[in-house]
């Protein structure tokens, strides 16, 4: 994984000092709250309902274990006990006190890590596939240029006011594990017909009031241009960019407006001209900075396992998911215990995983979309140990892409701009079907669900997606249907009228009835969905 060098930890540990100073001039009261906030958004500060919340980047979701170590301690010493991850592949804190602020980003900086462009129109943190670099299907490991991405946008003079938030997606296989079509930019790594590596770029996509999937504008670009072409990209939405709406400001407004076709044209006009004027490709730091992703050393072993014990075979045959290298897998570290808050680990808890990072993964652990961790190179014959570790910390739930496997945003609990509560609803709807025993029967089934129409829960893309809604006053739990993050991209469809609370879940309970009912060999609840439409389900719900 990527190492600071010194030019990025001089930048790290000067923002530090320089927010603390802004933290005390607030404090004292020399600075307002309007002058402020701009400032402490820029370093990932935001105030929630009941105190600060804190977001931390984890660049491409990769982290080491002395990392995950600190952020537990921060945990423990600064919130309460524990830190939330999200679908961005960060962590937030939710109890955090502004004067304590500036001491977070100062131990966050000790083990290269920091809050900076988490939070503030500009480029936010890099995301991408969260099985990179251990994925059988992967072109390459897609995560050198996401650092060379990430490196390019820190501090870009060009592009730190923006129009509004922007949001980048890497990924190198055909098969779309991060949304990134979702994306403001998302970007394939591929290889063409030569066998030469290049970039297809997507532009446009995003949730929110108008969800929208973004469409190709070119589908090779040569892999030393992608910082230029992505510069071209970002030139024409900050030229164009409405910055007198903030609900039509962000670029996949841009593109609807303009025409994929338009919009296509400037970013290739603009692209030429930076070329024409010189700009260098960045060979010499890519292979700088791909020389920290060189792949471990993976040695021979065992390829079976004794599966005798039926709850962990369960667990390898859900959790984990095919390698590279024919010894080893990645193995998901489910934050979703039936009746748990998605997304949630304590201090504890962090400390167990990173102690398994550092013995049986290399020392590396991921952040997954899906608001889980990532154990990414695991030898087989080691799974017991490490099955039976998780399972004594409560990490061993076998869900992943189940219907306990819910994305759910923090909600009305601490969110400010929530209209409803999200946790308590997945809290619910998790215990549900893990007490019934319907998990297994209803198979791939991927639930989110959203507190307000800013959509961090990422609704529109699930399978059931669940917003939350202010009905006079009331929650009030629209559901829609037929949604997917993945290559088979699609937004979902809301079925009609909202339900209360307890009306949503057995919703849900009557959706997964008509797909059991209607399903033909094989199907996943998607393809049910997609063969019958939504008529059967509408019937069902209202009558």
Known sequence: MYKYDQYDQAMVDARVEEFRDQARRRMEGSLSEDQFKPLRLMNGLYLQLHAYMLRVAVPYGTLNSRQLEALADI??????????????????????????????????????????????????????????????????????????????????PEFTYLPRKFKFCVIASEKDRAAMRLHDIGIRIVQNAAGETGAQFYVGGGMGRTPMIAPLIRDFVPIDQLITYAEAALRVYNRYGRRDNKFKARIKILVHELGAAEYTRQVEEEFAHLLSVGVEPPHEELARIAAHFVAPAFVDGPKTLDRSDPDFALWVDRNTHRHKHDAYVSAVISLKPAGGIPGDATAQQMRVIAKLARNYSFDELRVMHTQNLLLPHVRIADLPAIWAALDAAGLAAPNMDTIEDIIACPGLDYCSLANARSIPLAQRISERFAKSGRTEVVGELKLKISGCINACGHHHAGHIGILGVDRKGTENYQLSLGGSEAEDVSLAKITGPGFDEDGVIAAVEKVTDIYLAARADGERFLDTYRRIGMEPFKEALYG
């Open 75 to 156: 945990a423990e010493k600064y919130d309460r006990g524990y830190g939330h991850f999200t679908t961005r592949q960060n962590i937030q804190y939710n109890w955090i006190k502004l004067e304590d602020a500036a001491d977070i980003l100062a131990d966050l900086a000790k083990v290269e890590m920091h809050a900076i462009q988490t939070s503030g129109n500009c480029i936010r943190n890099i995301s991408a596939d969260h099985f990179a670099g251990a994925a059988s299907d992967e072109v390459t490991d897609p995560r050198p240029y996401a650092e060379l991405l990430r490196q390019w946008s820190s501090f870009h």
